[in-house]
């Protein structure tokens, strides 16, 4: 069975510092990953996934993730935090299981 | 855009009613998905169903019920409603049973059993 680990339930950074937000999951196949932000009061939206192909990937908002197989990980980074990105952030895996499984979710406070 | 809505946004019920939450998609998706969502405990499974009347089990189904008649709409049902259901449950739809697809999620229901 897939396991996600978000490493640190709360993370804090200054506006314009770097954003990083771990995922490490376990998983017996080639997983499917994806990282979701759930803005306040509202539901879970997708950031970015990795399905095949290249390993760093793309996705709204300036963020972008590499998947480290090596590692099992998937970290989310941004360059430069912005104070709209504060949110709750997730990371799914599906795998062999075509239901994904969630991280417990990381919160990401923004300070001015 | 795909668009999931979900009946209420809050919703005040007592201990021992019936309460159904309702969610319905615009985009001809298969699956549909019900999660409750608890702070520091992330997003846990209580159903899905990939079809119209069929239906599987997640991780925490014990006290929940489901109805899928529409391929459409999705219901939740908690039967006799208990102070330990307040939380925030959210529905979720995809379009097909592989594990590369996106879920798109509705806005959320914030129950409190009184």
């Known amino acids: 069975a897939q396991s996600v680990t978000q490493l640190g339930s709360h993370v804090s950074v200054s506006e314009g510092a770097l954003v990083l937000l771990r995922c490490n999951y376990s998983?017996?196949?080639?997983?499917?990953l994806f990282w979701y932000v759930q803005y306040p009061n509202q539901g879970l939206q997708l950031l970015l996934k990795?399905?095949?192909?290249?390993?760093l990937v793309k996705g709204i908002n300036g963020f972008e993730a590499e998947f480290k197989k090596s590692e099992t990980s998937f970290h989310l980074t941004k360059p430069s935090a912005h104070m709209s990105d504060a949110a709750e952030y997730f990371c799914?895996?599906?795998?062999?299981?075509?239901?994904?499984?969630f991280g417990r979710g990381t919160s990401l406070i923004v300070h001015p | 855009d795909v668009k999931v809505t979900q009946s209420s946004r809050y919703l005040v019920k007592r201990t021992g009613e019936k309460v159904f939450l309702e969610c319905v998609q615009d985009m001809d998706h298969e699956n549909m998905f019900w999660y409750r969502q608890d702070p520091g405990l992330g997003l846990r499974l209580i159903y899905f169903?990939?079809?119209?009347?069929?239906?599987e089990k997640g991780d925490i189904p014990e006290g929940y019920s489901v109805s899928r008649e529409k391929k459409e709409r999705f219901s939740l049902i908690l039967e006799s409603a208990s102070t330990n259901q307040t939380s925030m449950y959210l529905c979720?739809?995809?379009?097909?049973?592989?594990?590369?697809?996106?879920?798109?999620f509705g806005p959320g229901t914030r129950l409190l059993v009184l």
């Open positions: 979720a739809s995809s379009n097909h049973l592989r594990g590369q697809e996106t879920q798109y």
């Open positions: 799914a895996a599906s795998g062999g299981s075509y239901i994904p499984t």
């Open positions: 990795y399905t095949t192909g290249a390993t």
């Open positions: 998983s017996s196949v080639p997983p499917y």
């Open positions: 169903s990939y079809d119209v009347k069929m239906k």
